[in-house]
T-cell receptor, first 118, second 115 residues
Framework: AQKITQTQPGMFVQEKEAVTLDCTYDTSDQSYGLFWYKQPSSGEMIFLIYQGSYDEQNATEGRYSLNFQKARKSANLVISASQLGDSAMYFCAMREGQGGGGADGLTFGKGTHLIIQP | GAGVSQSPRYKVAKRGQDVALRCDPISGHVSLFWYQQALGQGPEFLTYFQNEAQLDKSGLPSDRFFAERPEGSVSTLKIQRTQQEDSAVYLC?????????????FGPGTRLTVT
């Protein structure tokens, strides 16, 4: 079973609109971290936002916020007031606590290709 | 400050050749990770170092893959007898903290093409 599922392979959004990128995850750990990364066509992975499993408040970083619904195992990324420069691949990732026996690295989803249209 | 750097940025190898990919992490970062990203996919974890100790190599796909970080800074990922399925972008990431849930900073990657 996939640990990170991103169900939207591609999305087209009008500039200045808000956009929600979906991410669901699967873990039996109580302690884990969820991350979102942006990968422009240049290829580098840019860290956007982090949410810990014990954090009660949803994380926010500027125009980025994470809609964390623990019971549903959902960690959607919300980008407010989208800009042309937001066009990129977006990856959701998880790192599990060591009690779960998972690898020490991040587990990534397949990504969502977001295109912002003027 | 300088970010994570990787060299070479592009590498073409003939099948059967050995290759070595270098990663210079951010100065002071104790944790270092290698990932493999196939075309159109998300990165997949290969291996993890904490300083010079390789604590997890569960993601290395075969014994042809070998990584080292002898002095706890620069790391090298070596692939012996390259195969076409090794063609991918190899990403290196570093993290300041030993904590599990600290963000990782990625380098630009090395695109390996095996012909």
């Amino acid at each position: 079973a996939q640990k990170i599922t991103q169900t939207q392979p591609g999305m087209f959004v009008q500039e200045k609109e808000a956009v929600t990128l979906d991410c669901t995850y699967d873990t039996s750990d109580q302690s884990y971290g969820l991350f979102w990364y942006k990968q422009p066509s240049s290829g580098e992975m840019i860290f956007l936002i982090y949410q810990g499993s014990y954090d009660e408040q949803n994380a926010t970083e500027g125009r980025y916020s994470l809609n964390f619904q623990k019971a549903r195992k959902s960690a959607n990324l919300v980008i407010s007031a989208s800009q042309l420069g937001d066009s990129a691949m977006y990856f959701c990732a998880m790192r599990e606590g060591q009690g779960g026996g998972g690898a020490d690295g991040l587990t990534f989803g397949k990504g969502t290709h977001l295109i912002i249209q003027p | 400050g300088a970010g994570v750097s990787q060299s070479p940025r592009y590498k073409v190898a003939k099948r059967g050749q050995d290759v070595a990919l270098r990663c210079d992490p951010i100065s002071g970062h104790v944790s270092l990770f290698w990932y493999q990203q196939a075309l159109g996919q998300g990165p997949e974890f290969l291996t993890y170092f904490q300083n010079e100790a390789q604590l997890d190599k569960s993601g290395l796909p075969s014994d042809r893959f070998f990584a080292e970080r002898p002095e706890g800074s620069v790391s090298t990922l070596k692939i012996q007898r390259t195969q076409q399925e090794d063609s991918a972008v190899y990403l290196c990431a570093s993290s300041y903290s030993l904590l599990l849930f600290y963000e990782q900073y990625f380098g630009p990657g090395t695109r390996l093409t095996v012909t």
